[in-house]
């Protein structure tokens, strides 16, 4: 077999990408240097009745960066259908085009329904107004979408800890020397030092961020709300000690907590448990608060929905805490049905431990505004209790921001899997996580480029898409 | 160095036929469209509307400062003879805050808080002309010592934040004028302020005006405000200048059927809430893209004819006769505009009923450690509320008067449960509660004193249906045995406040002010409530609004026998609607009394003041001119003895010095008439009426 270029029989595409690429490059440093030059435009046309802005040079210059803009993405969407259709004979990109069909498909019935009922879905349809938050979240959702199919086993083309002969280290198209029926016959972005296929490695990892990072935020969420309000709704003594606890977390340096959460020693004692019992409890007591706080003057129906939401919880709750044979080992081995590794409940309680201290000053800062509003007056002169008004009355108002940074902080907490991951610390080593895949191509960076820069790439358009969305939440929750 | 323009005869401002748009990405938003005015030299012209009508529009336009998606569609804005949208951006620096100031709402907003006073007037001569920066300084302290601050020097050296509301916003007058303008623009300048500061900022526009030659554009909602300062006025309308002319002409001889509705929708001191009440401009103002075709104000004008009103563009029109008269209605002609009003269903006043509430020697202070970070040293004791005493009783309306700081809102707190008191008692049907805090006491005592706010737009949770928030006070009070039962309860509710039921299904956002106000009004009559504390429940809404939710409010309280304590620092309304009125300073109830016994003399020195300032606006009102001088005192840091003898202007009328030494007991004048003061009864019975009807 032959190795793989880039772009196979559509090389000859090639040239025109990067015309239109070099286009759009100066297209916008033209814009930019324009719209600095250039003085604010007062005057209007009138022309037929109705009025429009008028165009001088800048509007042009706009123009010009969108039709570069818009050539350059049709290309791009030219490269992927020819891909699709041809596969491997359009190269490399072509046989990954082809490979993540089923996300292609995913993403484009995801946004044409999306768009087609945008109206009636809030927040998220609005999203669909902003450029810039819809490329974000294409960005996201691909990944995501990658992540879960790459999960069931769709998209990788090969076992990701298969190790074949000949291939380590080797470039991107290499086939594969002796290979058996079935296979796929080309290491698409090449081999790593293990000689184990980089693409399908880095789809595996998608998973792995996929799956911890947003969860890990969800729980930061929890505890930085649920300290985050009564501290900025009582204030006082309770104001100042949480905040100087908080305060206390982010000053300790971060890597050097990781690196005592997982050393043998300290894992002995059961700390990382212990920090995960209190830490997961959050998420019961947010919910109990909640549930209470809003039937508290209907006690079967309170009953009934704490019985329906908190049981399974703490089931869930109680499962993931214990483990047999450790320093947390109260339920019978029969029960404990959920066995999370050590290694992955550290990454968690430390992402939490780190990330909710800012979450916490978000919420109380946002609380101490929202309290003063008279809807609050309202609700404490009708005797509401204070985690009524708390949960009910303050919080949904502060959920603009709180979205907005959530996902900022999916992004950090991706970012911080990878250097957990970077530096070996956490999950287990053959884990084809992107931070560890980085981590091991550092070693032979400087002969052999290929397999770092795959996951590197990953992890950069996966944080730069959450910073688009967020941006685009943050303009569209603005407009009312 | 720069130069004024050069000098023109005519009009100093000329707007002709001026449309504004502003453009989303939706659609083209007009909100100024056809609009002339002229301002002659030294000339006061007044615009007056209601929210969202475009005056403020208007004033950005002459600015040439619509941000980025506002344009000027049509016609011209003439400064001098020059037109401002051919104007280059260096031309124009050059003539705004030299040749046009403008004046903003919030004074805070429009000075820099870290920068001394001084710096920020000294700025202006520097920047516009050149001068250097002793000439700039002492025309700083001159134009200060203008406004009539006190010890200019001191303010000069001040930061911002030092200054009171007040005092800062005659530091932007002074701003304004440090150039000279040619022309001011005062866009809603003491809205922010409290009604007494008020008057004396007014006072101080006028005279400067006066002295300066200075020509004024004043941009307000309250017209009793424009009769006070200006020589002509433009009302305004969704838009367009619906009517324009000298202030007499179209105060005494309106034109136009929105002017006459306006008129009629505020409290006049010939109105009465039985006799004569408020009549209420009805439906709402349409937003700027749903205006109907034709006359914008014909959906809700008394005298629209379909097929005539509602038919293509309507333009001003001259009113024969008149100085510069205009107005936009077909049918003025038609219109007999001396026609009374036609008066609703009279109302019988009711009976005031047994004394449900009774306050007796109420104190509440409150602790400040004067070091806040360490909570060591002396501390403060702030007096919010001295010795109140007084009763409702059932069915009574009660007005609570007083401006920011006289302790209004810490009663209601106490009232409410949300504070205890410090000394003193509340009886609620004789049983103590102000020790009681709200989560201690019964559902029965909380539901039956309830309260409804102040900002509309603040009152309703904005994330909340408004069902769902009514439904809530339904559980919290206990009523309703079942969901089902509840909803059919709110569902009556939002019928009492005359809200389609449709609305409960609404969020809050898509009401306007007035709707969300009595949604906040059905809330706070869900538990039955008996005792129910109005905190300024219109203030915040616009003139038409106002008077249909008062009269809500009123029509509520007389079916359900409701007491009424109506907190205003609006003695318009106060007069319109109460029974009995308690004028409060400094935490001190200064004056009590029915409503006639305080709004005639003998008045407390401190009602007598009030009541000048207050703005009316009505021609053949007559007022006596008193202007308090400088600020209301500090809670914290009250003056010894009475507490309003450093601003009284009786003070001198006292022997031996006793307003200095002592705080004057409670009198009699009359029954159920207490006042607070030293003056004696001759000098009291000496007081002539503030507000008199010149006879016709």
Known sequence: ?480 | MMNKLSQHDGPVLEIDKLSISFFTRLREIPAVMDFSVSVQPGEAVGLVGESGCGKSTVALGVMQDLGKNGRIVGGSIKFKGRDLAQMSPEELRDVRGNEIAMIYQEPMASLNPAMKIGRQLMEVPMIHEGVSEKVAYARALEVVTDVRLPDPERMLNSYPHQLSGGQQQRIVIAMALMSKPSLLILDEPTTALDVTVEAAVVELVRDLGKKYGTSMLFISHNLGLILETCDRLCVMYSGEAVERGSIADVFDEMQHPYTQALFRSIPLPGADKNAHPLVAIPGNFPLPHERPTGCNFGPRCDYFQSGRCDQGQIDMEDVAGNDRHATRCLRYKEIDWAAPIVVGEQKEKTKPGEVVLKIDNLKKYYEVAANALFGGGTKKVVKANETLSFEARESETLAIVGESGCGKSTFAKVLMGLETATEGEILLDGQNIEQTAIEARDTRTVSDVQMVFQNPFDTLNPSMTVGRQIIRALEIFDIGDSDQDRKQRMLELLDLVKLPRAFADRMPRQLSGGQKQRVGIARAFSGGARIVVADEPVSALDVSVQAAVTDLLMEIQRSEKTTLLFISHDLSIVRYLSDRVMVMYLGHVVELGDTDQVFSPPYHPYTEALLSAVPIADTSIEKEHIVLEGDIPSAMDPPSGCPFQTRCRWKSEVPGGLCDREVPPTRSLEPGHQIKCHLSDETLQRMQPVIKVAAE
């Open chain 1, 1 to 480: 077999m032959d190795p793989l270029s880039w772009t196979g029989n559509i090389a000859f595409l090639d040239p025109l990408l990067f015309f239109a690429l070099g286009l759009l490059a100066l297209s916008v440093l033209v814009w930019i240097v324009l719209s600095a030059v250039l003085p604010e435009n007062r005057a209007i046309n009138v022309t037929g009745g109705s009025a429009s802005l008028s165009s001088g040079p800048l509007v042009l210059a706009a123009l010009a960066v969108k039709a570069a803009f818009l050539a350059t993405s049709a290309l791009v969407a030219v490269y992927l259908l020819l891909g699709i259709v041809m596969g491997t004979g359009a190269g490399i990109i072509g046989a990954m085009a082809q490979r993540l069909l089923p996300v292609w498909i995913a993403l484009v019935l995801l946004f044409t329904l999306s768009i087609l009922f945008k109206r009636k879905l809030g927040l998220y349809g609005k999203l669909f107004d902003s450029p810039i938050g819809m490329i974000g979240f294409a960005l996201v959702m691909f990944w995501v979408f990658t992540g879960f199919f790459g999960a069931v086993d769709m998209i990788i083309t090969h076992d990701p800890l298969a190790q074949l002969s000949g291939l380590k280290n080797k470039v991107p198209g290499t086939p594969l020397r002796s290979p058996e029926d079935g296979d796929f016959l080309w290491y698409l972005l090449g081999g790593d030092n293990l000689a184990r296929d980089v693409f399908s490695r880095m789809v595996k990892g998608a998973w792995e961020v996929v799956k911890i990072a947003p969860l890990a935020t969800v729980f930061a969420f929890m505890v930085g709300i649920t300290l985050g309000l009564p501290a900025g709704y009582f204030g006082g003594k309770l104001d100042t000690f949480l905040s100087f606890l908080a305060n206390l977390i982010l000053a300790f340096p971060v890597i050097l907590l990781f690196y005592l959460l997982v050393t043998p020693e300290i894992v002995q004692t059961g700390l990382p448990q212990f920090m995960a019992v209190v830490l997961f409890a959050f998420p019961l007591i947010f919910f109990f608060v909640l549930i209470n706080a809003r039937y508290r003057t209907q006690p079967q129906k309170n009953y009934l929905w704490l019985a329906v939401v908190l049981l399974p919880m703490l089931a869930l709750y109680l499962m993931v805490v214990n483990a047999p044979g450790s320093k947390v080992d109260i339920l019978p081995t029969a029960l404990d049905r959920i066995d999370i590794p050590g290694g992955i409940l550290v990454v968690f309680v430390s992402v939490v431990f780190v990330n909710s201290p800012t979450v916490f000053r978000i919420v109380r800062g946002l609380t101490m505004d929202i309290k003063t509003r008279d809807y609050v007056a309202a609700a404490q002169t009708r005797g509401e209790r204070p985690w009524y008004i708390m949960l009910w009355e303050v919080l949904p108002n502060a959920r603009g921001p709180l979205i907005v940074d959530f996902c900022l902080r999916i992004g950090y907490t991706t970012i911080l899997l990878g250097t957990l991951g970077f530096f070996g610390l956490g999950l287990p080593p053959e884990s084809p996580d992107w931070g560890s895949t980085i981590n091991e191509g550092r070693k032979l960076l400087a002969i052999y480029l290929h397999p770092a820069l795959p996951p590197a790439f990953a992890l950069l358009s996966m944080v730069l898409g959450l910073n688009l969305l967020a941006d685009g939440l943050r303009e569209e929750s603005l407009k009312d």
